[in-house]
Every structure is written in structure tokens, then in C-alpha cells.
């Protein structure tokens, strides 16, 4: 049931708590294919892991559905997947890593810095929009696109374009200028009217740095360096001087994005959190080449993403969000289908040759949690099994957290149960053995230490009853020189 179950962070803990009970069960489906012969080990910098096998079954988002690979969860490490059932990623497929030199790794496939395999399963967006012939189990989205429509509190996907109603004025246009992200062109940062991008080149075609859309961001994510001389200062600390204080701002203005031409505004009740008294604007990781637009873009402007031509072109969509435009309820109090027709005209700016705009065919409601995550609802399996996922257009894992299938290549412990424990399991009895094998060594030691302890004594004993025999003393009868008082220990 959506929302049925707490969403506090209080209760996190060191390893994920799912909201569902009903964690993917295979037994229970009368559709699930042979799991894959393949792992699925993700690794994040921060040494989250996610791990398990790949599996493939029916799986429905919204009014659409179709066989598809996934990650079967059976293990994961990190608390910020608590109350959730799993992730499905809208991004790009990530790009195959070299193969990795052998390694001695007790957890084969996963390399010293937990980086992702190279046989991460097919996005599900790419799944459910794949050509191929139609059957009794498959009914996919036409076009290859999505927008996304956010609120304080709640959101909508919309499958195979995007929904005219939900803009006001024109829809701009540009493409992504990577394939593995859904990077924009930024020209220009200012905060009120101060210029926070600062170009040193002279050349106006190197006077730009991306801007990555990611939804799984919550703020706005802005450089803390001079990216390596292509910028004059760093854009966070200039506007730290402007605003003296981060969480109380002296200075409150509104954000102003330059992408490809068009200036798009965040203003001050937008990035500044009210509720929490805090600022939503960060600095940039170190490494990082330039800017991520989070939440706080979302929240005001309706975007989409059109990968219909993926890997040759992907285009990018912004328009306004409409005031009044009513988002579907989450709770399911209202109709997720609606019919959206092709208007005489559309307004777009930079489109394209031969571009035509992908209109969306499906809405499908999302929970925004506290302005920082999105969750989405959808099933896999026949009879279904419904889960509530992370919603994330920044990734493009799919996975959900499973018990363990006996004999399934799966990796880590079963934090679900079912099946065969994997390398945590051997880990713990390993340590048992080694501990076994310690407290066995001690008793032995122990066991000798006595006997030879007991031998001089009974030699001791000996030697007294012997001395005693004789009228003299144990210590002359073992070294003669003691009486005489020449005795050297050096001779």
C-alpha cells in the first residue's frame, strides 16, 4: 500500500530496512524466468554496496509492462535506502568499464574501490521501451522520453513525452552534450546580479561548464574551486561572501541559470528551505567539473527527456511549470491514464531539424519525501508484486531488494532471507574456524606448559630426596662450585 509505512530517518540504521514485508519472492510467481548466471554488485564512493543476482520478470510501471532484467537485491549497507523497496534509475545506461586486472578480492567482481561491474542489467526505461514483437507480456511506451512535474510534495512522471498542459509559454530545447548523463550547457550563474561563473578563457566556445539534471539531488551543487583555471574564483566561496551566513542568508536573492541561451530563475523561497531554516545550496564535491541542478530546479520547471535517438542524440526539454496545473494524488484517488491528443501548435524554441515533440501517454504519481527524495510505485512478477522504489533520473540501476534463490551467483549475505549466505557468510565462518582453531592452540600450549612444569617438578623432588640421602646440598649436588663459592655463571 503506498505510503503505508514510515518514512523517518530516526530509525536508520546500518543496513537497509525496506518498507515492505513482501520482500520479491520467486517461489510465489508463476512468471519468473531462470535467474540470469550473472551477479549484481554496484559500489558507490561512499562504500554503499548493493548486491545480488540479476533476474528477469514482468514489470509494470504505470500502464506499461514488459519482460526486463534486474538486480535482485539480497544485500545492501547504507541506511539512506531504509523504508524503500529498491531504486529504478531514468538515466543513461552507464558507460562499460575496462576489465580489471585479476584480483585477489575475496569478493570477486568487485574492485578495490567498489566500482560497478560492466554487466549492470538494461534500464528498465530502455526495457519497456525496446522494439521487438508484442505479446501477451509486453505493452510499451512508443517513444523512448519522460518529463518530470515536481511539487513540495508530490510529483508525476510522465511516460513517452511530456504533457502540454502542465507548461506555460514555450518548451526550450537543447540537446544533452554527454551520453551518460543528462548534461546542459551553463554560460552563466548569477546570484541577483552578481556573476558567480567567472570565465578566464578569452574564446566564448570554452566559456561554458555542464550543468548535470539530476533529480536525486536535492539542491543546487555549485563549484568550491576554480576548475583548474577555468574559472577566475570559486563560484561557492564568492557567493559565501555575498551571503555572510549559509543557513541565514543576509543577502536573499534568486538564482539565475544561464543553459544554452535561456535564463531560468530559482528564486530565494525555492532554495532556501523555510521548513528547516537551511540553506539548499552546496558546494561540489571535489573532482567534480561543474554544476548539478537538483530539486530546486524541479520544483519550479517541468523537463524532459528525450532519448528517442540514444546514443546518437539525446534532447533535453524546459519549460515553466503551469500555476494550477492539479498532480495526481499518490494515494491512487485519482486516475493515472490520460488521453493527451497532438495540438495544432506547440511553442519550442532550438528544436531540432525534423524534431517532432513527444507527448506523454501516461502519468504516474510520485511521493516526494521532505523535498530531498521521490518515490514511485511499481510491480514485478505475475501474480504482481507491488514495491515502492527511489525514483532517481541521475542513475540507471534497477533493482529490488529479494531473498535469496538457492544456487543463484549472488554475493554478500542474505539480509532478506532464503537461500545459500554468500561471502559474508564465509567471512563469519572463517572467523569461527580461525577462533576454533586459536582457542585449540591455547589449550594445547596450555596442555604442554603443564606437562614439562609438572617433569621439573618431580626431577626437583628427585633431587632433594636425593640430597637428603646424601647429607648435602640440592644446589651442590647439581653444581659442585656452589660450596666452594667459585662458581662463575660465564664458565
Not at 574564446?203 to 574551486?225: E, F, H, K, Q
Not at 541565514?248 to 532554495?271: C, L, Q
Not at 571535489?286 to 524532459?304: E, K, N, Q, S, T
Amino acid at each position: 500500500v503506498p505510503g503505508s509505512c514510515s518514512r523517518s530517518r530516526a530509525l536508520a540504521r546500518a543496513t537497509c530496512t525496506p518498507c515492505s514485508l513482501l520482500f520479491f519472492t520467486s517461489s510465489e510467481l508463476l512468471s519468473m524466468q531462470e535467474y540470469l548466471q550473472a551477479a549484481f554488485m554496484l559500489g558507490y564512493a561512499d562504500n554503499t554496496h548493493l548486491k545480488g543476482f540479476q533476474g528477469k520478470d514482468v514489470v509494470q510501471l504505470g500502464d506499461y509492462y514488459s519482460f526486463a532484467d534486474f538486480g535482485a537485491i539480497t544485500d545492501c549497507n547504507s541506511p539512506d535506502f531504509n523504508d524503500v523497496d529498491g531504486i529504478v534509475g531514468f538515466g543513461m545506461p552507464s558507460p562499460k568499464p575496462a576489465a580489471p586486472p585479476p584480483s585477489s578480492s575475496i569478493m570477486p567482481g568487485m574492485g578495490p574501490q567498489g566500482a560497478p561491474p560492466a554487466d549492470l542489467p538494461i534500464p528498465l526505461l530502455f526495457a519497456l521501451t525496446a522494439p521487438g514483437s508484442d505479446d501477451s507480456n509486453d505493452n510499451k511506451v512508443q517513444r523512448r522520453a519522460f518529463s518530470f512535474f515536481s511539487t513540495d510534495k508530490n510529483a508525476e512522471l510522465h511516460l513517452g513525452g511530456y504533457d502540454p498542459d502542465s507548461i506555460e509559454g514555450q518548451l526550450f530545447l537543447t540537446p544533452s552534450i554527454s551520453t551518460h548523463d543528462y548534461s546542459v550547457v551553463a554560460v552563466s550563474l548569477k546570484y541577483g546580479k552578481e556573476e558567480l561563473l567567472e570565465f578566464k578563457p578569452e574564446n566564448p566556445r570554452l566559456r561554458y561548464m555542464p550543468a548535470v539534471m539530476d533529480s536525486g539531488t536535492s539542491c543546487l551543487v555549485i563549484p568550491d574551486s576554480n576548475l583548474n583555471g577555468l574559472l577566475a574564483t570559486s563560484p561557492w566561496k564568492k557567493w559565501k561572501g555575498i551571503v555572510e551566513e549559509v543557513n541565514t542568508p543576509k543577502v536573499k536573492e534568486s538564482f539565475h541559470i544561464n543553459i544554452a541561451g535561456r535564463v531560468f530563475e530559482i528564486p530565494y523561497d525555492t532554495w532556501y528551505l523555510s521548513d528547516s531554516n537551511q540553506s539548499c545550496i552546496q558546494q561540489a564535491p571535489p573532482g567534480f567539473p561543474g554544476i548539478l541542478v537538483g530539486d530546486v530546479f524541479f520544483r519550479r520547471y517541468v523537463v524532459m527527456f528525450d532519448l528517442q535517438h540514444y546514443p546518437e542524440s539525446v534532447i533535453i526539454g524546459i519549460g515553466e511549470q503551469k500555476k494550477g496545473y492539479q498532480v495526481l494524488d499518490y494515494y491512487g484517488n485519482s486516475s493515472t491514464k490520460v488521453a493527451v491528443g497532438k495540438k495544432a501548435h506547440v511553442n519550442i524554441s532550438k528544436a531540432p531539424p525534423n524534431y517532432f515533440l513527444p507527448f506523454a501517454t501516461d502519468r504516474i504519481p510520485i511521493y516526494n519525501q521532505l523535498e530531498t527524495q521521490y518515490f514511485i510505485n511499481i510491480s514485478v512478477g505475475v501474480p504482481r508484486q507491488n514495491f515502492t522504489v527511489i525514483f532517481d533520473t541521475g542513475s540507471s540501476v534497477f533493482g529490488i531488494f529479494t531473498k535469496c534463490i538457492p544456487n543463484a551467483p549472488s554475493y554478500g549475505s542474505c539480509v532478506f532471507g532464503g537461500g545459500p549466505q554468500g561471502d559474508s557468510a564465509l567471512l563469519v565462518e572463517g572467523a569461527l574456524f580461525v577462533a576454533g582453531l586459536s582457542i585449540g592452540l591455547c589449550a594445547l600450549g596450555i596442555g604442554i606448559n603443564w606437562w614439562v612444569r609438572k617433569n621439573h617438578e618431580d626431577a626437583e623432588k628427585k633431587a632433594h630426596k636425593r640430597n637428603r640421602n646424601g647429607g648435602g646440598s640440592s644446589y651442590t649436588q647439581l653444581h659442585p662450585s656452589f660450596a666452594t663459592g667459585e662458581y662463575n655463571p660465564l664458565t
